[in-house]
């Protein structure tokens, strides 16, 4: 079964820095590219990063460009997501998501979310 | 940066047809995926690249995309449809890479 698993939310204070990881199994991980999106109440959904499936591409939205960075372990079929500089704004449940093709960038995969909450 | 507008709030009732609009500037030249998301659970994407589903959606949910607005179809409502409905774009310029989700839009099925 295809699954993609994340770990690692927790409560941290402003200006803090957190590792969220994802565990992927049940498809051909080395070549998936892998993204981060998050929801918070306020803001739906928002796009945070991607990176492609030799981690040679890095993408990240502007909100987070400068603070964050995704990394890849394809031996271990994991994705990381280092967060630093962190904010209230940054508060959110994280999913990691797998499209369904390179040619069709659609989110079919996700996980279950891991929350991460900034405040002092 | 690019748009992507839903009305907030949408009702229907059962056995009706609900059309939930996402509007974009000249969208019909993009791709456009469609995700519902039920209480306390990861969105589901129930139509991508304009109007295909994914394998298990029922037929009653159908996507079209002309000028400035893609639509998302339900047909046939039923109670377990009621959710927040997201569309979803890429959108790419030179070098830059940057994923839009629209607002959502809160399908209440009366």
């Known amino acids: 079964e295809v699954s993609l698993l994340e770990s690692g939310g927790d409560l941290v204070q402003p200006g803090g820095s957190l590792r969220i990881s994802c565990a992927a199994s049940g498809f051909a991980f080395i070549y998936s590219a892998i993204y981060w999106v998050r929801q918070t109440r306020g803001r739906g959904l928002e796009w945070v990063s991607g990176i492609s499936s030799r981690g040679d591409n890095t993408y990240y939205a502007d909100s987070v460009k400068g603070r964050f960075t995704i990394s890849r372990d394809n031996s271990k079929n994991m994705i990381y997501l280092e967060m630093n500089s962190l904010r209230v704004e940054d508060t959110a449940t994280y999913f990691c998501v797998k499209a369904v093709s390179a040619d069709s960038l659609a989110f079919v995969v996700w996980g279950q979310g891991t929350s991460v909450t900034v405040s002092s | 940066s690019y748009v992507l507008t839903q009305p907030p709030s949408m009702s229907v009732a059962p056995g009706q047809t609900a059309r939930i609009p996402c509007g974009g500037s000249?969208?019909?030249?993009?791709?456009v995926h469609w995700y519902q998301q039920k209480p306390g659970q990861a969105p589901v994407l129930v139509v991508y690249d304009d109007r295909v589903r994914p394998s298990g959606i029922p037929e009653r949910f159908s996507g079209s995309n002309s000028g400035n607005t893609a639509t998302l179809t339900i047909s046939r409502v039923e109670v377990g449809d009621e959710a927040d409905y997201y569309c979803?774009?890429?959108?790419?310029?030179?070098?830059?890479?940057?994923?839009?989700f629209g607002g959502g839009t809160k399908l209440t099925v009366l």
């Open positions: 979803h774009v890429w959108d790419s310029t030179f070098a830059h890479l940057s994923v839009v």
């Open positions: 000249n969208i019909e030249s993009k791709s």
